[in-house]
């Protein structure tokens, strides 16, 4: 069977594999520094496989210019990569959001099966979705209509997100900005989420009332979501959410209830887990960009 190549980039991690079908074959993965270009990576592995698998499909973290094939990496920076102009020469390269990704992974394959209306939502450095409503995955003018993390949650707020603007959800509770946001509220100096939910299992004070806060607004911004796509299952996923999945979905489900206007849908988490992402770039490829 012939095979593909899949790309993810992520905010920190980078992986590539081959597929053939479902198979997935030739995996690896990196976490990179802020101060790399994945590209460098990319195109190391691309020259490996190239010759046998093809096409090409790259899901990476946005925001994205679809036109151009090009994406500007927040958290790389802001560094802007064309990634159909650095591989030219590799073969047909097509390239979308990696939540797209996962959410074409788990339609094809896990959560979003039996359903025309879905959100996949990511908590990791960043908070994302990907959205299909009425069997549509929606795109917008740039490729970016499901821009959640970027939610205005407090207009009147001056905490700066990675994109440069202020009050938006993942500015409070997306993992890299999370530091930042527990020493606003608390005064204390952490360098990780993972620091935080450490001090919240171990029941310091402090941290229990800034997860509590931060489920808070995570309900606030979920509930806009379900307000403004009414999805009938969101799949929950990305390396914060995974790390800390009972927190996230006690606190989600009994919480969301109070700003919510919509049927609540269903929450679950992404079957393929942190694959999601990689199978969906497969998929892409497989499709040669045709999304449905
Ligand atoms: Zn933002």
Redesign the pocket.
Known sequence: MKCVIAVDVGASNLRLATFSGRKMKNRISFKLQSSVNPIDYIEEYIKKFSKTCSPIGIASAGPIDIKKGSVKLINYNNLTINYVESLKGYGDVYITNDCIAGLLAEKRFGEAKKTKNAVYLTFSSGIGAGVMVDGHILIGKDGNAHEI??LVLNYEDDTV?????NG?W??YCGGKSMPKFFYKVTGKKVISPEEIFKMYYEGQSEAVEFIEKCMKINAAGLASLIDAYDPEVIILSGSVYLNNEDVFMKKLQELTKNYVMNRMPELTTARLREDSVIFGAGILATLKGKLP
């Open positions: 993390g970027h997100c990675g994109c440069g603007k938006h993942e500015a």
